[in-house]
């Protein structure tokens, strides 16, 4: 345990502070961040297995935790088997700014969450996308204009102009040099923690979700943005745990909305605007700790 604690207070002191986000600081990063790295740690699986205080005090919300695979092995967890990798995002904080941003994070996470380190692997391939414009199409006769033994007027000698610009886009992935994994801090509610629930049927977990709601937001917001961050992430970074969990929310959306008479012919309009404006924000830098909504894992 000292030795533990020893790692911590030394961990950043050489410029290699990196910390692993698997839940809400993938869309939203911590503050003073100068590198931002998606990849995925091993040995880990996401549930959402912890309470959190996207909810009510007599109404907990749900959030993402990781259990450590050998321990989740002796759960019974019947709905979604394990994947090898649970992906995310690992940011770089500078030296200068470690102290702040660990004692933000160590308030913020103190609903049960604790400290651990775990190897991180930067994911494999980068994509490039371009959208070269092709040759223009030669012009074309118009019969009728500008054509010998036609009355037409001559102006433009005889065509239309189909010279518009096309494009096409190509989209290339190619292979990195492989990289040695990076010794990343991760902020970990453990099974011995009182906020930790065990295993949850994904129904019941799903309904829970959707009516859970508290001083950081709506809880099914926060599970709507880490299956679209994820997905942002790689071709690979799913979840099926969190998209089972998304697909029963929308399905009983629906089944609510249908009972109470609504139209749904819009499909996301189902959605309130707060949503969809969250869904489309951009990803950026906060300057400060005080510019930090929230950070969660």
Same mark, same amino acid.
């Given at each position: 345990m000292a030795g533990h604690e020893a790692e911590i207070d030394e961990f %950043? #002191?050489?410029d290699e502070f990196w910390l692993f986000g698997y839940g809400s600081l993938i869309w939203k990063p911590p503050p003073h961040y100068? #590198?931002?790295v998606p990849g995925y740690i091993e040995g880990y699986?996401?549930?959402?297995? #912890? /309470?959190?205080?996207? %909810?009510?005090? @007599?109404? +907990? %919300?749900? /959030?993402a935790t990781l259990i450590d695979h050998a321990h989740w092995s002796t759960l019974t967890d019947v709905h979604h088997a394990s994947s090898e990798r649970v992906w995310g995002a690992a940011y770089h904080i500078p030296s200068s700014h470690v102290a702040e941003v660990r004692e933000y994070l160590d308030i913020r996470e103190i609903n049960g969450y604790s400290i651990q380190f775990t190897p991180f692997h930067p994911a494999p391939f980068t994509t490039s996308i371009s959208s070269p414009p092709t040759s223009p199409p030669p012009s074309t006769p118009v019969p009728g204009i500008g054509e010998a033994g036609t009355g037409g007027s001559g102006l433009g000698g005889g065509h239309r102009s189909m010279r518009s610009i096309t494009a096409s886009t190509t989209i290339f992935a190619k292979l990195e040099t #492989? /990289? +040695? +994994?990076i010794k990343c801090l991760v902020y970990i509610g453990l099974p011995e923690n009182p906020q930790f629930l065990g295993p949850q049927d994904p129904d019941g977990l799903a309904r829970h979700i959707l009516k859970s709601r508290g001083p950081s937001g709506e809880n099914r917001e926060y599970l709507f943005l880490l299956e679209k961050s994820l997905l942002e992430l790689s071709k690979d970074s799913g979840d099926d745990h969190v998209s089972d969990l998304v697909r029963r929310c929308r399905e009983i959306e629906a089944e609510e909305a249908t009972t109470k008479g609504e139209d749904l012919s819009g499909g996301d309009d189902a959605v309130d605007s707060k949503e969809r404006e969250s869904l489309g924000e951009p990803l950026h830098r906060h300057g @400060?700790? *005080? &510019?930090? *909504? &929230?950070?969660e894992k």
């Open positions: %950043g #002191q050489k100068d #590198q931002r699986v996401r549930r959402f297995w #912890q /309470v959190h205080h996207r %909810g009510t005090p @007599s109404a +907990p %919300g749900r /959030v #492989q /990289v +040695p +994994p @400060s700790t *005080e &510019e930090q *909504e &929230e950070v």
